[in-house]
């Protein structure tokens, strides 16, 4: 087993959200540790691997060989939240599929944005289905199994039912009496509205 | 003299601790997930293994909870009595002579359910005890402090949980339901009517000099109120006016302690018209 | 030099804060890496560490050595506590998948509260299952991986005294008494919302 200073610092700078310096390392580890023996350590360990320990600037952190980027197109990305209005929307399709684009905006209230459905199309979450038997045969859209996938759900059948939603208390928000008066709950809800005018992407 | 053995039922020993521990329970609660939750607590107190728990000591001690309950007035949700009601059915099931046959399930068994019932919600207690003592991801054990994301090669990595997904349908559906949606009516007594009728009742009261006689608040509700709701709304609302009639300084207020009996009087010289 | 595959695939476990799947493996790796055996090598390496590499329901993630979690000092995140009813009902759920909510309430003997499995399925630690192939087809719930990763648990076999349990009889679903008015049994709450919003009075 790897000596206990070098262990605790190997997960220190592994867990750390930024690189310490030594006087980080210092507050953190036990007393009277050799902390530039224990980096030394510590580096040797991780020599010619695929993580190496750095120093920048006086302060250490562990990152992916610099050699790997190319096979592993490593960028610094951060996730990005879909839209609101893209949400409910894939969440229409998702309940009411096959739907087509004046039921969604029916369904929504809302006049939906040309870019929300180009959005869930690319991001492969929607496609189109057949067209509607009906007057100016219509396009209907579906969800794709990379949906489900995103979702972790095995079929499109365990999305929850309404009676489900309501259960757990996703549905139902309306205020309950003993509500009244210690939060602003009954006559909050102003913002929200706002909130929705704006289709933003 | 009838023999005390007869009624043995009706005198159970264990009266006086089971009081006590139904005023305990009662006391808390709102700390117990209803009736089910309260009979395992209940139970505990026979300090045996669940499998060799008396049930009819346990549906005597349940029974003993609601009557408190009752006799101090409390509300018990709804549960609670049909929990009683159940309970009171295999009470005397287990003493009386089983019917032959009868086509009702047998006392034994339906005791025995209910020893499963408790038996498995002390399990999943105990397991809900168990998982809060693991190690936990981002209190004892950490993840990469400082990820580095690797992209598809067709998107971006879309941050959308199931839950995102489930609120933001809910959200559709409520603002559905919200566009016909009528605020509950409740019938409440408002402040200004307490007013109101708080000062037109004090102008009638008989008076001595310059003070009318003390009278109590209750007499400025109205009578006969069937609404409980109503009720409790007219003596706050009464209440509350008369506190604004002493601010103005009125009336006088009086109470001689905790739950006793308020007193309102009119001290200022009446308006003339 | 530590051979390439396994360098990259360290790196790619290394960069990652969430667990990866072998099939997300397979899409970064040259072709025809043998997974199985660099996970393995990837494991023994990093054996008696500071930071080990773990299983998780078939998905694979560095995390610190659960010893060191006391020495560690971080800061801790501030988690939302769950309530008793919610954790009672991760404990249901996690003991007895997939399990229906009616299954749930049968065995808590109240109905589930609004906010109790919301708080579940927000902390992205319930999910739904399939639907129960019986009259009314109810909707399952099951744990996540992310439960799963959460509780440092390798799987749901792993779960605390999970043997025992079902050596007693104890995981059985079914209602044992039917007094509890939570599935609409008794009183047949057809409509619960009117139930939830006079509760209080």
Redesign the interface.
């Known amino acids: ?2 000596p206990a200073p ?7 700078l ?5 690189p310490l310096s030594v006087k980080d390392l210092h507050e ?1 580890l ?1 007393e009277g540790t050799d902390i530039g023996a224990a980096l030394m350590a510590l580096q040797g ?1 991780y020599e ?4 190496v320990l750095n120093e920048i600037d006086g302060k250490w ?5 610099p050699d ?1 980027g190319d ?12 839209s ?1 209005a893209a ?2 929307t ?3 399709v ?2 009411h599929q096959p739907v087509t684009r004046a039921e969604i905006e029916n ?3 809302v006049a939906t944005h040309r870019g929300t459905l180009d959005f869930l199309i ?3 979450w929607v496609k189109p289905g057949r067209r509607r038997e009906t007057p100016g045969k219509p396009l209907t859209w579906v969800t794709t199994t990379s949906f489900l996938d ?6 499109i ?6 009676d ?11 205020p ?3 509500v009244i008066p210690s939060s602003g709950d ?1 006559f909050a809800p102003a913002d929200r509205l706002d909130e929705e005018e704006t289709e933003d992407m | 003299m009838i023999s005390p053995s007869v009624f043995q039922e009706d005198h159970p020993r264990v009266a006086e601790d089971s009081v006590h521990e139904a005023d305990a329970l009662l006391l808390d609660i709102d700390g117990y997930e209803g009736p089910t939750d309260v009979l395992l607590e209940l139970a505990r107190t026979q300090k045996v293994d669940l499998s060799k728990i008396s049930i009819l000591q346990l549906a005597r001690q349940y029974l003993v909870f609601v009557e408190r309950a009752k006799a101090l007035n409390l509300d018990l949700a709804a549960e609670y009595l049909v929990m009683a009601a159940w309970l009171a059915y295999l009470k005397s099931r287990l003493l009386l002579p089983r019917e032959p046959g009868g086509e009702e399930p047998g006392a034994a068994e339906m005791a025995e359910a209910l020893q499963f019932q408790l038996r498995r919600l002390e399990a999943m207690q105990n397991a809900a005890g168990k998982l809060q003592t693991l190690p936990r991801l981002g209190q004892d054990v950490f993840a990469r402090g400082m990820p580095e994301t690797f992209p598809v090669t067709t998107a971006t990595r879309w941050d959308a949980s199931f839950y995102d997904l489930l609120k933001a349908y809910g959200d559709i559906r409520r603002r559905r339901e919200n566009s016909s949606y009528d605020l509950p009516v409740f019938n409440l007594m408002s402040a200004d009517e307490a007013m109101e009728r708080v000062t037109r009742m004090l102008g009638q009261l008989p008076r001595t000099g310059l003070k009318s006689v003390w009278t109590t608040l209750e007499s400025f509700i109205p009578e006969d109120i069937r609404d409980k709701i109503f009720g409790r709304s007219a003596l706050a609302a009464t209440l509350l006016a008369g506190l604004e009639l002493v601010k103005q300084g009125r009336i006088e207020i009086r109470q001689d302690g905790l739950f006793r009996p308020v007193y309102l009087r009119e001290t200022s010289e009446r308006e003339t018209p």
Chains 1, 3 share one sequence.
């Not at chain 1, 952190?61 to 060989?65: E, H, Q, S, V």
């Not at chain 1, 096979?71 to 879909?82: H, T």
């Not at chain 1, 995103?150 to 079929?155: M, P, T, V």
Request: hydrophobic share 50%.
């Open positions: 087993m790897t070098i262990r605790l610092l190997e997960a220190l592994f867990a750390a959200a930024e953190r036990p360990y010619g691997r695929g993580v952190a562990f990152r992916t060989a790997l096979a592993l197109k490593l960028e610094r990305e951060a996730s990005k939240k879909p609101r949400l409910e894939l969440a229409i998702a309940y369904i929504r209230g690319e991001a492969g995103q979702f972790c759900l095995e079929s059948m365990d999305l929850p039912g309404l489900d939603l309501k259960a757990s208390g996703l549905l139902d928000r309306r309950a009496i003993e009954l």
